[in-house]
């Protein structure tokens, strides 16, 4: 694979990755004779497919480069082995697993690696894709992708690739459809530049949901998504003030651990030549990043569990511009007292937390 099937295939492996979202994970396998993790320090695992992670591997992408003869065999059976080792550790959903199959061509049909295991449940889809005009190994790419309950689609030029790459989210889409599980999603906080609050940013969310066709003939088909966008401080409104005390405060994190609101989530520049500016990676701050003295993810493992009942630990006090103070036992600072409340509004996929420093 040379030239501009190269630029294609690197396009197609891109363009899937737009499609990912929190809750996915990930890995990047090149093979020829031998195979070649992407990214090295990183083989033998999946990882979360959040802004950052895509866009590195983006990067590492324009590295790949075409040798020797490419052994699919090998390349297969390294896929159901990681995705069997990741399952394993409990980090993985099993709702649905696929192997994205990006490749100029197949001599075989590889049935004995899918025997082996895929067969009989087949709970690995395999989605291939094709690149360049020529369909000799069509006929075998076919066969994989109806045999483990996938799709097939053939990318001739850079304009197919965002069409054609979209195709396997419609399979994956129908047994949702069937098992009637309409999921509801929300996303990190980010910053609408058309709303404005004086001089303070304003955060949103959007909560959004697939739209299935229940007709009989289309029975299972994808139309689109609905959704809307929220100001987080809409939310902030509904939380109990009272149940705060003075010197409480109320904060919100994802299902995937990442701070919808929080006060010392601090979006923007505050000064230098950027002041006013973004940060990078503002939308994906997770809570262990703030909660300092949450060494063990034990609150944030908690929330994102969705557990509810009271959580206490010790915490630093932070005084101006984020500097923190090591914890004492002195009785003049705070400990933490931490109501984990998920129905709150029955926000799903959302849990707010009240946190209520009590003064001895």
């Not at 499609?19 to 890995?27: A, E, P, V, W, Y």
């Not at 993985?92 to 100029?104: F, K, R």
């Not at 049935?111 to 067969?119: C, E, G, R």
């Not at 030029?157 to 054609?164: I, P």
């Amino acid at each position: 694979m040379k030239g501009l099937r190269l630029t294609i295939a690197r396009q197609t492996v891109s363009s899937i990755l737009d499609t990912l979202g929190d809750d996915d994970f990930f890995n990047i396998i090149a093979y020829n004779e031998e195979l070649h993790y992407v990214e090295k320090c990183l083989n033998g695992t999946l990882v979360q497919a959040d802004v950052t992670n895509k866009d590195y591997f983006r990067l590492r992408l324009d590295k790949l480069f075409a040798k020797g003869i490419g052994m699919l065999d090998v390349a297969l059976t390294e896929a159901f082995n990681l995705l069997t080792d990741f399952n394993q550790t409990g980090r993985g959903s099993e709702c649905s697993q696929a192997i994205m199959l990006v490749t100029d061509g197949a001599v075989d049909t590889y049935d004995a690696v899918f025997a082996k295991y895929n067969w009989p449940d087949r709970k690995v889809r395999i989605f291939p894709y094709l690149i360049g005009r020529e369909s000799a190994f069509a006929d075998n790419l076919k066969w994989m992708a109806c045999a483990n309950k996938g799709y097939f689609t053939q990318i001739s030029t850079l304009a197919d690739v965002q069409e054609n790459v979209m195709e396997y989210l419609h399979v994956l889409s129908r047994p949702k459809v069937i098992d009637q599980e309409h999921d509801t999603v929300w996303t990190e906080a980010y910053i609408d530049n058309t709303m404005e609050d004086g001089r303070d940013p304003v955060l949103m969310t959007t909560v959004a949901m697939p739209v299935f066709s229940t007709k009989n003939e289309t029975v299972g088909i994808l139309l689109g998504v609905v959704g809307t966008d929220v100001p987080v401080s809409e939310l902030l409104k509904t939380i109990p003030k009272y149940k705060l005390g003075i010197h409480g405060y109320a904060f919100a994190i994802t299902n995937n651990g990442y701070i919808l609101t929080h006060p010392d989530l601090r979006p923007l520049y505050g000064d230098g030549k950027k002041r006013g500016g973004r940060k990078p990676s503002y939308s994906s701050v997770d809570l262990s990043e703030v909660e300092w003295e949450d060494r063990d993810d034990a609150l944030r493992n908690a929330m994102v569990n969705r557990k509810t009942g009271i959580f206490s630990m010790e915490v630093k006090k932070t005084v101006d511009k984020g500097v923190s103070l090591p914890v004492h036992s002195d009785t003049q600072w705070p400990t933490g007292c931490v109501y984990v409340c998920a129905n709150v509004c029955q926000l799903s996929l959302i849990n707010v937390i009240f946190r209520n420093k009590i003064w001895k």
